[in-house]
Structures are given as structure tokens and as C-alpha cells.
């Protein structure tokens, strides 16, 4: 195996591993929110969701990303957070769709969804929150 295709499975793991912290969050804060709270399960999701995407930002940040030099944590926070809101936007939809349309329990369609949506959101947020090359001043010689 080459060094870039190690590195980048090493980081893919690594993403999937500090995803895993919020995902436990999720899955109680969910069923808070639904069975206790009495909210409708797609804004309990989307609740769900938002919080998941934040803590999600900042153990990236520290775990597996290189966070760009050139820009501030905000520009990185809301890069990440409109990158993977498209993600999110399908996640949220097909969630309340099959929740609506199936007699499957909301909390196994959640499970399947981060599975669903994990690697194409690994790429998204290393652009995010490392940058690209553009991102770089020129050089000055």
C-alpha cells in the first residue's frame, strides 16, 4: 500500500473514530427529545443533527484535520458547517421521510444514515477545515 492511500485510510478511521463520541450523544439526545420532550421527529433530528455537526467541527479540528494557518476558526467552522449541511439537508430528509413511510424504529434509520454519509462527508471537512492549496498566501521571494 502507498504512503498517500495509508495516510488517507488512517485519516478516514481516525474521522470515523471521533464521529463516534457525538454519534453516542445523538442517539439519547434523540430519544430525549422525542420520547420525553414530545417533539416531532424530524426537529428532534435536525436538533440532533446541528449539535452532532458542532462537536463533530472541534474533534476534527483537534484529531485529525491540520487546520489551516490562513484561516480562523470561525471561516473553518462555518466552511465545515455549510459543507457538511448538504449532508446533513439528505441525512434530514431521507431520516424523515423513511420515519414517515416505513414502520422501521427512527433510531435504527438514524444508525443507517450516518453509515450512509460518513465517507462523502470525510472529504468535505479535510477541505474545510485544512484548506486547499489556493487557500495558501503566494509566496514572497
Sequence with gaps: MNKSLLTLSTDILKFLLVGLPSFLIAIPLNIL????????????????????TSVNFFLCRR?????SRHKSILQQYLEFMSAVAVFRGM????????????????IIIQCCNVIIFSIAKFFFSKRAIEGTPTDEPPQTS
Design 33 to 52: 427529545l422525542v420520547e420525553q420532550c414530545g417533539l416531532w421527529k424530524p426537529v428532534s433530528y435536525a436538533i440532533v443533527l446541528i449539535a452532532q
Design 63 to 67: 484529531y485529525v484535520f491540520t487546520p
Design 91 to 106: 441525512d434530514w430528509g431521507l431520516y424523515s421521510v423513511l420515519v414517515k413511510t416505513t414502520t422501521i424504529h427512527y
